[in-house]
DNA sequence: ATAATAGTGTCTATAAGACAGTATAAC
DNA sequence: GTTATACTGTCTTATAGACACTATTAT
């Protein structure tokens, strides 16, 4: 649609345009930051044991000012004529080489005073992605403004909740761990809940702990927290779970990783009769110290044949 | 913590600080778009019968370059210093005089090269956020860069599937109308779901109507297809239907609420049944023309009970 | 009485949870 | 046989859906 109407001032649309100085005000600068998450073996001692599945996240070791040092989710400035999600996508293949990744916008970083002074350099703007990748798939790599990148496991456990008059909090510790237990970053969370309101008001603060190894950089426990909470939310309608194994998996395997995301244990038959209709039985059979499963892929037209 | 650290130049932080050019590079513009939804009442001509209710959203006449005369939802520049939050706050201000109003994080448009051509200014990163008010309770006003407010109703109807190889696609439309019938805008919405990948790969297109009466600004179709979307998704586990009515309401208003956002009927039994945990029940009573209902109020430690 | 809505009781269908049992491999 | 996991059947309980019935007001 061509726009010939005139403003106040007189002004046609190309007129306005032409005359349009955008350096007219101070402008915030904007970064992407990717979580990138997968879920991780714990090499098993007995050969005849299945081993332990964890949830990850890729930190990278910032080479640069500021947080020169910490340990930080990857992420950058982006370019003026690439999309949001264009730039998550190169960051993506910088970071692990491959191309072909499910992610998805979390939350964008800004909201209030405190996050105004987020970053020292400006006022940033920090749109976040969720990334989820099946671990074997990728070979993370550092690069130029990165000194190291390392998975480390995430996990969050309940501590306690306390009452006050018009609130109550709920106390969790967020804990995150390098593969080679070299570096070690607890959080206390308090997320706090108002009783007086009609919506739901809900306030979290983070606290870094005294016996930490290792920094984490900006507000990035802010975001690993919200991706945590958001996996744990959609794995239970989507089929999230299946961008996390390879194509082929068994359902043990499967289990487990709806049990670390979900922090809770299933009980077998029942998790079975649930997802049966999101996969497909193949003849491949995995071989181990025990009796040997089968091998199923996801049901690709699940979704269709469940929503009307 | 303080930074002593050096960086690859032999700079401390503080000193790279100092050097540091915010200028060495072009940077995005940074809005914020409120996409303010309430449930309006159709004025019944029986006065026995009660109203109907509507889903509603907020839009304004631009009185500005780009997209001047357009309908749009309110938003704009923040401030350097001004938390996305706070500047969302202040625009409900603006437009509405109330400052108690329940608004949270929906969507960062800017994603992809369509998107970075979003605005004619300049690249503009937009963070959408969703306010929920009872109509009742406030009084729109156009100021200086508005020329008009208007309330329009949404409604999203369901048209057909189209079946393709490798994806199939949901048709609807998008209407949106003024309550005096002035302003009508329709578009059809095209999702498309790749039936080939593991994971849910859905593309959505928009294409107003020829026949419309009035156009809708920048890429803000969006928008309000996503706000509706939130909100049918979180209706069911959340208390915001809450925030749509007044403190005291019917059991029968508050499930016309959930119709509404929902589209669907209920049956009544089975409702509240279902809602009964999170209301209570008052002394005062709406006379009518007919049975009297009993009014209710939010039992705000719903919450609490049932989440272990 | 009638129109219109308020409010309740109960049967049925479906899904979620618990638990016990059998099967099959390596050692 | 033992260990460790794979896989299935079935009972119980909880939740969702359908439907019928009674109650109360203004006109």
Redesign the interface.
């Known amino acids: 649609?061509e726009?010939k109407?005139k403003?106040?001032k007189g002004?046609t649309?190309e007129a306005?345009?032409a005359a349009?100085d955008?350096n007219a005000?101070?402008?915030?600068?904007?970064t992407v930051d990717m979580l990138l998450l997968t879920i991780g073996e714990k090499e098993a001692d007995d050969i005849r044991k299945l081993p332990e599945k964890e949830l990850r996240v890729l930190l990278v070791k910032r080479?640069?000012?500021?947080?020169?040092?910490c340990w930080a989710v990857p992420g950058g400035?982006?370019g003026?004529?690439?999309?949001?999600?264009?730039a998550v996508q190169r960051k993506i293949k910088d970071e692990t080489g491959v191309a072909d990744i499910?992610f998805e916008?979390l939350?964008?970083l800004?909201?209030?005073?405190e996050?105004?002074m987020r970053d020292?350099?400006?006022?940033v703007?920090s749109?976040a992605y969720m990334a989820?990748v099946d671990q074997t798939k990728i070979r993370p790599k550092a690069h130029d403004t990165t000194e190291d990148v390392k998975w480390f496991t995430v996990k969050k456990t309940f501590n306690r909740v306390e009452k006050e008059d018009a609130s109550?909090s709920e106390i969790y510790t967020l804990s995150l761990e390098s593969e080679d237990g070299k570096d070690k970053m607890d959080y206390e969370v308090t997320e706090s809940?108002s009783?007086?309101?009609?919506?739901?008001i809900r306030k979290v603060s983070y606290k870094a702990q005294e016996k930490n190894k290792g920094?984490l950089g900006f507000d990035h426990y802010k975001l690993i927290d919200k991706a945590i909470e958001r996996l744990k939310n959609k794995i239970e309608y989507?089929?999230?779970a299946?961008?996390l194994l390879p194509?082929q998996f068994t359902l043990s395997e499967l289990q487990k990783v709806y049990e670390v995301i979900l922090d809770k244990k299933l009980v077998k038959a029942n998790f079975r009769r649930k997802i049966s209709p999101m996969v497909i039985k193949t003849d491949s059979i995995q071989k181990s110290g025990h009796r040997p499963a089968n091998y199923y892929t996801?049901n690709?037209?699940w979704?269709?044949n469940f929503m009307e």
Chains 1, 2 share one sequence.
């Open positions: 649609m726009n109407l403003d106040k002004l649309e306005f345009l349009y955008v005000f101070e402008h915030p600068s904007v080479a640069e000012h500021p947080y020169l040092g400035f982006i003026m004529k690439e999309g949001l999600r264009e499910y916008q939350y964008t800004g909201e209030d005073q996050e105004v020292p350099r400006t006022r703007i749109v989820l109550y809940h009783t007086q309101s009609i919506y739901p920094h989507t089929s999230l299946f961008t194509e996801y690709k037209d979704r269709h």
